[in-house]
């Protein structure tokens, strides 16, 4: 008789272990990243709001500006300024120091732009009495030769404005802070006579509303 073969009981695969899902909380968002633009005073209000149809907030930071906002202007006489190329000499405000270090072909610094106080008068520029612009001075002091040593524009940038500037947003933190706030809830627009962020552009004046842009970001430029 045959023997039927016998059957080889083949092990059941083990079983899966049972997966348990957990729940994850969803991670916070992300604080809304501020949103600065910066437009010249001219522009018409309606197209700098069709540029955003979203909705912005307008703040005129110029010397014309309504207050507090005036106080943002380098003419703004916060005093007490002083000239970082020359110790113990101060200004009453940046654009004093600025443009009183400036050394024409017929005129030399002029330390009359460190007392103004009205914001007027205190732009120096080329002329046909004073010729052309040279570059700035280190100091006020008379020049201890005819040909003293003086700063191109960058390097006057980067030694001069940019630090003066720099201290007085640390004057204005209220206002400082303000902006930022604005920023965070909106687009806000700065405005200003000019709009030129790099100090390296020698075509354009340097806007200080672009500087305000940068210290609000974290990015000010560097100073000497």
């Known amino acids: 008789m045959d023997i039927a073969p016998r059957q080889i009981r083949r092990p059941r695969p083990a079983a899966a272990p049972a997966t348990t899902t957990t729940s994850t909380s969803t991670p916070p968002s992300p604080p809304n990243p501020m949103r600065i633009a910066i ?22 930071v110029t010397s014309k500006a309504e207050m507090p906002w005036r106080k943002l202007s380098p003419f703004w ?6 000239v970082p190329t020359e110790k113990g000499r101060v200004g009453e ?6 443009q009183g270090l400036k050394v024409f072909t017929n005129e030399g610094p002029d330390t009359s732009r460190l007392h103004i106080t009205d914001l007027t008068n205190l732009k120096r520029g080329r002329s046909a009495r004073r010729g052309d612009v040279l570059g700035h001075a280190l100091t006020f002091a008379p020049p201890a030769s ?3 040593p003086l ?16 201290q007085q947003l640390a004057r204005v933190d209220e206002e400082v802070e303000e902006l930022r706030r604005l920023s965070m809830e909106g687009t806000l627009v700065l405005l200003d006579f000019g709009t030129n962020g790099t100090v390296e552009d020698l075509s354009k004046p340097l806007s200080h509303a672009a ?4 210290f609000l970001e974290d990015r000010y430029p560097a100073c000497e």
């Open 151 to 166: 700063m191109d524009y960058v390097t006057a940038r980067k030694r001069v404005y940019l630090p003066l500037y720099a």
């Open 77 to 82: 006489p916060h005093g007490g300024f002083e």
């Open 146 to 148: 005819e040909s003293p």
């Open 211 to 214: 500087l305000i842009k940068a």
């Open 39 to 60: 437009a010249h005073k001219q522009t018409p209000v309606e197209k700098i709001r069709k540029r955003y149809p979203g909705g912005c907030t307008i703040v005129d």
């Open 93 to 98: 405000s940046v654009e004093g120091v600025w």
